[in-house]
């Protein structure tokens, strides 16, 4: 059994993409542009601010509007973080799971803390996590595995002895990196070009759930 079991937030604990794309919807219409379905948003949701911009305005960060529009779409997006926002279907049993194993869970994500804490605190999480990290709360985000040694130092746990899972492939070079065992989310925002079997993952999950049956459970 690993010590602590660490996932990445957007796309692989939670169901983010509904309030993201309803924030870049309202910056677009600030924008006099016309709202995007959800389902064209979805798959950029784990690329950050960056990767929703460029879905919705096509601009990237070497951007002159960049700065502003990255800005005003965090402000937006703090306004709502959690209206629309859920555990994933299974994620909940997982959680009880993990914490009836004595096996500690954390979040380890590109969000920035800031809107991390919040938003589990907004899910009844943050007092349940051993750690909590955000893309500025270590040294650099992923795919650095900095990120990763800080949670453990938080959950007190050896990386060795741990699992990370996440939707990216950044997730798995950062967890590879730390010498963790990597779990591929394959539910989450993953594009439809997208091989997952080339990220190097150990394992690759089709739901929450089948992380119990990578356990044992």
């Not at 309803?22 to 601010?49: D, H, I, M």
């Not at 907004?122 to 909590?132: G, P, Q």
């Amino acid at each position: 059994m690993p010590e602590a079991v660490f996932f990445d937030l957007d796309g692989t604990l939670a169901d983010t993409a509904p309030d993201l794309a309803s924030a870049l919807n309202r910056l677009r219409t600030e924008e006099n542009e016309e709202p995007l379905p959800e389902s064209v948003l979805r798959p950029w949701t784990s690329n950050g601010v960056a990767g929703m911009l460029w879905a919705g305005f096509s601009i990237s960060r070497q951007d002159s509007a960049f700065p502003r529009l990255a800005s005003r779409f965090l402000a937006l997006y703090e306004q709502s973080l959690c209206e629309r926002t859920r555990l994933f279907e299974g994620m909940p049993g997982v959680l009880r799971e993990l914490e009836c194993r004595a096996i500690r869970w954390g979040v380890v994500t590109n969000k920035s803390i800031r809107l991390t804490r919040p938003l589990l605190a907004a899910l009844d999480l943050d007092r349940r996590a051993s750690a909590i990290v955000g893309g500025d709360s270590a040294a650099a985000p992923k795919p650095a595995p900095d990120p990763l040694f800080l949670a453990c130092s938080l959950a007190a746990v050896s990386a060795p002895r741990c699992i990370y899972v996440g939707d990216h492939e950044r997730d798995i070079v950062a967890g590879k990196a730390a010498g963790m065992q990597t779990v591929a989310a394959s539910y989450g925002y993953v594009s439809e070009n997208c091989r997952i079997s080339d990220w190097g993952a150990d394992a690759v999950i089709s739901c929450p759930l089948d992380l119990l049956e990578l356990l044992g459970a």
